[in-house]
């Protein structure tokens, strides 16, 4: 049997458009991005995007469009200033910038960009107690005046400072890289994790302070501050101990 040819047209426009037409009506066919992070269903923000739906495949840009946060913020929260492009840069790349930080149990990463969102709108989130944020993040979230006396506490005990940190380059973007030379002298800025840096242990830190070491990434002088110490004579003990190791 031989099938004429508009016939066989018209077998073919039925197929590719009736499948593109069910695929829609079934949900299946997307015509653009799927990167839209699921809303609150219930209570004062019902209907807004939920930060805890943000994935590591989002870009900077997508975050900044679809929470309405300047892009500008967004790099200087995660010390990003140096990138060429930064709306292009997908939020798991933190990961690789920061890697060097997880030696000490820390992590700047994707749920860093989910509590930084939710606590920079406003919104109910419930903060992991392993998630930090860079020293910019903390003061641009302080500026905005939505934290909790329990959150800002939270992110003091939190905080990395970035001049710390040795960055990795990210997706050929970075135009330099962050390292510091650091000389092994206990200063106002140096912070505990330095001082295990540099071949101390905990142990003999805490023989000096007396008590259980605080968050590594805490400075020397503000735990000082905060347990009522004289940061004069740990600075002096702890000093005497770093001599002693060269």
């Known amino acids: ?19 593109v037409s069910l695929s829609a009506a079934m949900n299946l066919w997307r015509t653009t991005s799927s990167k839209i992070p699921a809303k609150y269903k219930q209570g004062e923000f019902a209907g807004s995007y939920n930060p805890a739906d943000i994935r590591g495949s989002y870009t900077f840009g997508d975050v900044s469009r679809l929470f309405i946060i300047p892009l500008e913020d967004l790099g200087k929260g995660f010390g990003l200033n140096d990138v060429k492009n930064l709306a292009s840069v997908q939020i798991k790349e933190l990961e690789t910038r920061y890697e060097n930080l997880k030696t ?13 969102v939710a606590l920079y709108k406003g919104l109910p989130y419930t903060i992991n107690d392993s998630s930090y944020l860079l020293g910019p993040a903390v003061d641009i979230l302080k500026t905005q005046g939505n934290l909790t006396d329990e959150q800002s506490k939270y992110l003091d005990n939190h905080l990395v400072e970035l001049s710390q940190i040795k960055t990795t380059t990210l997706n050929n973007n970075t135009i330099k890289t962050n390292e510091q030379e650091y000389e092994k002298i206990v200063k106002g800025k140096t912070t505990f994790k330095e001082v295990l840096d540099w071949g101390l ?22 735990f000082c501050t905060n347990e009522g110490m004289e940061f004069s004579v740990i600075k002096k003990a702890l000093q005497e101990k770093i001599d002693n190791l060269k």
Request: aromatic residues 12%; proline residues 6%.
């Open 1 to 19: 049997m031989k099938i004429k040819p508009w016939v066989m047209g018209l077998v073919i426009f039925i197929f590719i458009f009736g499948g």
């Open 201 to 222: 242990y905990k142990k003999d830190i805490e023989e000096v302070l007396g008590k259980k070491m605080p968050n590594p990434l805490m400075t020397i002088r503000d």
């Open 104 to 116: 000490s149990g820390v992590e700047i990463g994707t749920d860093s960009v989910r509590m930084f």
